[in-house]
């Protein structure tokens, strides 16, 4: 089995209901509930909070416990988290950064991720899509080791 944590950062735990028409209808849940149903063989840790704080504990508890591999959705906090960019780092994070919304059609403030640097990759404006593939990129290629 391998372990592989899912975290979503803030407001992302209303999708389904948050401005469908940039976002999607579906939900955080039903986002979980594919990548339970397409990955079998991947025990997922899911967290979403919309606190920058509680969310670098988790990356630090899923460390500790060895989970290293992590699809993340920062929210705005793409645009704005040293912190968050530094505890990925920090921990040796496998990190692939997933955005529903492509967002270098958005909002300039949107375009510049503090976060890609330390990810592995970015995935960005493919919807609830971009977590298959982070999930599939992280159990095909990312390190063996971590
Ligand atoms: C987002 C894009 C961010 O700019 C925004 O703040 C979000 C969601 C996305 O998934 O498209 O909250 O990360």
């Given at each position: 089995m391998t372990d592989i944590g899912v975290m979503n950062g803030p407001n992302l735990g209303r999708l389904g209901r948050r401005q469908p028409e940039i976002y999607?209808?579906?939900?955080l849940a039903d986002i979980e509930r594919d990548l339970l149903g397409e990955f079998p063989e991947v025990t997922f840790h899911f967290f979403q909070s919309n606190h920058e704080g509680r969310l670098i504990d988790q990356l630090e508890a899923w460390a500790d416990q060895g989970i290293r591999r992590v699809v993340l959705?920062?929210?705005?906090?793409?645009?704005?988290s040293y912190a968050l960019r530094d505890a990925i780092e920090g921990l040796e994070l496998w990190v692939v950064e997933v955005h529903?919304?492509?967002?270098?059609?958005?909002?300039?403030?949107?375009?510049?991720?503090?976060i890609a640097p330390v990810a592995r990759g970015q995935i960005s404006g493919?919807?609830?899509?971009g977590y298959r593939l982070a999930v599939r990129y992280l159990l095909d290629e990312a390190g063996v080791e971590a």
């Open positions: 999607g209808h579906l939900g959705n920062p929210g705005a906090l793409t645009h704005t529903l919304s492509n967002i270098y059609r958005r909002e300039g403030f949107r375009a510049h991720s503090v493919l919807g609830a899509l």
